[in-house]
């Protein structure tokens, strides 16, 4: 058997049409895009989880159900005892659990543009994923042709991040409402922006049974440790957690989370001074005439550059030492769009400066 007869012998012809994520490379470069939070920890904080990682005994495996983590979290978000919650490395693996779980045969549904991992997984698994178009204008959901895909599809799961990745926006409370009532299968609101947001779905648990609220701690500021957590109704968790591998949360992240999370006011404040920041960007991307940056409950902004620009801006941003988002190439709405996500003062002026000479060297040509 040959080198290429021997791969497609093997793996489902779902794997072999994808191609992997990839991450760009940020080495020398002010890194604005992954949606991470610019600040570290203060000093002394530092030197108390320093202190604790100590005691971490890593010649034992961790605790398989992270019981301290759920109950700080449980305490954190004043979850009611009816509900529980699963661990995940990332959201990114809650998503890839949940879609493992489905029938074969299922389709899975969520609006586009949307956060990239939904597609990807349900893709690998050889589901069946929907996508239907957000509203051009306002990136406001479509709430007819939602309707009408749910009814046709049947979709065992529905995915609305909330806010929404890339675009920014919170999508219209009562639409998600209607899908939320209109779904036989379960509706996941994902909300990773949650910290930016102030917005959440996690007081409508007890009013929908097929409603997950689905959160993580990356954009928060704590990218690195890989913990994310879906709410919901017990019965649906129990099941989740029957596929769950058993160490997935290791004891190193376990140790910093709870700890962070105990500690969580200087986030607070980090989230604020982002939140404030974000409002200076925006702003400062507007006063161009050139460019159109949409309004955004998150840590990011998305905005339109000149038609056929956005690439040469990208790169002349990239080369001036700024590394941002392309978004073009995703098509549809996201034509000429790049994302930037807000970083400390100092990195958005740098990137306020590298943009405002990019379009002066287009001016130019
Ligand atoms: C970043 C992001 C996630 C992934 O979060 P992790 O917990 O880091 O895996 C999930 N959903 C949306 C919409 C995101 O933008």
Known sequence: MTQSNLITHVFRKEVLAMSAYKVADATGLIKLDAMENPYRWPEAIKAQWLELLKECQLNRYPDAEAKALVETLKQLIQLPDYFEILLGNGSDEIIQLLLMALPEDSAVLAPAPGFVMYKQISDSLGLKYIAVPLLTEDFELDLPAMLRAIKQYQPRVIFL????????????????????????????????????????????????????????VSKLGLAGLRLGYLMGRADVIKQLNKIRLPYNINSLTQLSAEFALSNKFFFDEQTQAICAERAIVLKALNSYEEIIAYPSAANFILFKTPPGKATDIFLSIKNQGVLIKNMTSQGGVLT??????????????????????????????
């Open 161 to 216: 991040a909330y806010p929404n990745n890339p675009t920014a926006n919170l999508f219209n409370e009562a639409a998600i409402v209607e899908i939320i009532k209109a779904a036989q299968g379960l509706v996941v609101i994902d909300e990773a922006y949650a910290p930016f947001a102030g917005a959440s779905f996690i007081d409508q648990l007890n009013h929908y049974d097929n409603l997950l609220v689905m959160q993580t």
């Open 336 to 365: 000429d769009c790049l994302r930037v996500t807000i970083g400390t003062p100092e990195e958005n002026k740098a990137f306020l400066k590298t943009l405002h000479n990019s379009l002066k060297e287009l001016q130019q040509i």
